[in-house]
Antibody, heavy 121, light 108 residues
Framework: EVQLVESGGDLVQPGGSLRLSCAAF????????MTWVRQAPGKGLEWVSI???????YYADSVKGRFTISRDDSKNTLYLQMNTLRTEDTAVYYC???????????????WGQGTMVTVSS | SSELTQPPSVSVSPGQTARITCFGD??????AYWYQQKPGQAPVFIMY???ERPSGISERFSGSSSGTTVTLTISGVEAEDEADYYC???????????FGGGTKLTVL
């Protein structure tokens, strides 16, 4: 079954760091644009970052300089390294696949179940 | 501007038609995509390229586009359609991504 499984969410103090992982099954991460999207408690979806097949990366202004998106092709896994965390980074973090290769253009057709990050002292 | 604006809420009775709009300058040049999210669940992709429905999504869902506004229409609304709906497009640079604020659909 095609799926994404996130892990790594935790409770962390402000200023701390955390790395999220997103393991892909039944498709190859490096063949697809992959993204991270977050959702603060009771709020809407907020795009965080994207990595294109060619390795180009882009970030929302709210995380630029603090977060780094990457992938490990040997592990078929996407990552989000989060540094200098703030209380406003508290959210469920989802990874998702862009469905361009499947005819869906810029739609994100496969989503993980999400992992919770709580930034609090 | 790369913002997408949605009404916070829409309410309809079962069997009626619900229309959820999404407005943004970017939509004049970029496609819109729609997601359905139920409480405690991940978003589900329900519409792409303004009007195309992926396989497995009910025919009661349809999309339309006019200028800087796209509309998700749900015909014959059922209780199970109660959820949050988000539109999405590309940012002004074409490289980033933007989501609308979301619309809570309530089935009365």
């Amino acid at each position: 079954e095609v799926q994404l499984v996130e892990s790594g969410g935790d409770l962390v103090q402000p200023g701390g760091s955390l790395r999220l992982s997103c393991a892909a099954f039944e498709f190859t991460v490096s063949d697809n644009d992959m993204t991270w999207v977050r959702q603060a408690p009771g709020k809407g979806l907020e795009w965080v970052s994207i990595i294109h097949t060619g390795g180009y990366t882009y970030y929302a202004d709210s995380v630029k300089g603090r977060f780094t998106i990457s992938r490990d092709d040997s592990k078929n896994t996407l990552y989000l390294q989060m540094n200098t965390l703030r209380t406003e980074d508290t959210a469920v973090y989802y990874c998702a696949r862009k469905g361009y290769s499947y005819g869906y253009e810029d739609a994100f057709d496969i989503w993980g179940q999400g992992t919770m990050v709580t930034v609090s002292s | 501007s790369s913002e997408l604006t949605q009404p916070p809420s829409v309410s309809v009775s079962p069997g009626q038609t619900a229309r959820i709009t999404c407005f943004g300058d970017a939509l004049a040049k970029q496609y819109a995509y729609w997601y359905q999210q139920k409480p405690g669940q991940a978003p589900v992709f329900i519409m792409y390229k303004d009007t195309e429905r992926p396989s497995g999504i009910s025919e009661r869902f349809s999309g339309s586009s006019s200028g800087t506004t796209v509309t998700l229409t749900i015909s014959g609304v059922e209780a199970e359609d109660e959820a949050d709906y988000y539109c999405q497009s590309s940012g002004s640079s074409g490289f980033s991504v933007v989501f609308g604020g979301g619309t809570k659909l309530t089935v009365l």
